[in-house]
T-cell receptor, first 114, second 112 residues
Framework: EAQVTQNPRYLITVTGKKLTVTCSQNMNHEYMSWYRQDPGLGLRQIYY???????DKGDVPEGYKVSRKEKRNFPLILESPSPNQTSLYFC?????????????FGSGTQLSVL | DAKTTQPTSMDCAEGRAANLPCNHS???????VYWYRQIHSQGPQYIIHGLKNNETNEMASLIITEDRKSSTLILPHATLRDTAVYYC?????????????FGDGTTLTVKP
């Protein structure tokens, strides 16, 4: 089944403790992206990747890192999480990121930073 | 990406058509209009997209005005399961390669 898989689904951590949220897709998509969703603010793009070893900042990249060493994986790294990064996170992918393509979303990761 | 404006919330009676408007007055010529929906806190689900012409698929119809400054998503026979937040976004790979931002969306409530 074609899908985008995020792990974990729920994560509670403490301020400053490094964490990684994994994202994997099995559709051989070149384009992958991370979003965060906060009440009343819709989805905001954090980082995106047009292909392996190519990443770029979205609208809210501060406090996050990403890497794209393989086509299928696009982990989101929080080196020193803070409470304002408590949010619902979504990973998404599409074939090339080009015009007319739909995004496939993962099920989300609810992160709480205490 | 062009900014979009949607009503915060709408209600619709079950079995009736739901018409969700979106304004995108600053859309440029090569930007597509996309619609997604999100049920509870699940990942957003693609519904439909278009450039200039009206589009229809098994889920919905998309009506784009001739000047492309606004569009309407139509769910022809709304069911209770269509209750969700609906997002309208506009983007083009050529002008905003890779970047895409969702607004606040419209919360559609389908009532029995």
């Amino acid at each position: 089944e074609a899908q985008v898989t995020q792990n974990p689904r729920y994560l509670i951590t403490v301020t400053g403790k490094k964490l990684t949220v994994t994202c994997s897709q099995n559709m051989n998509h070149e384009y992958m992206s991370w979003y965060r969703q906060d009440p009343g603010l819709g989805l905001r793009q954090i980082y995106y990747s047009m292909n392996v070893e190519v990443t770029d900042k979205g609208d809210v990249p501060e406090g996050y890192k990403v890497s794209r060493k393989e086509k299928r994986n696009f982990p989101l790294i929080l080196e020193s999480p803070s409470p304002n990064q408590t949010s619902l996170y979504f990973c998404a992918s599409s074939p090339t990121g080009g015009d007319g393509e739909k995004l496939f979303f993962g099920s989300g990761t609810q992160l709480s930073v205490l | 990406d062009a900014k979009t404006t949607q009503p915060t919330s709408m209600d619709c009676a079950e079995g009736r058509a739901a018409n969700l408007p979106c304004n995108h007055s600053t859309i440029s010529g090569n930007e597509y209009v996309y619609w997604y929906r999100q049920i509870h806190s699940q990942g957003p689900q693609y519904i439909i997209h278009g450039l200039k012409n009206n589009e229809t698929n098994e889920m919905a119809s998309l009506i784009i005005t001739e000047d492309r400054k606004s569009s309407t998503l139509i769910l022809p026979h709304a069911t209770l399961r269509d209750t969700a937040v609906y997002y309208c976004i506009v983007r083009s790979d050529r002008t905003n390669a890779g970047k895409s931002t969702f607004g606040d969306g419209t919360t559609l409530t389908v009532k029995p």
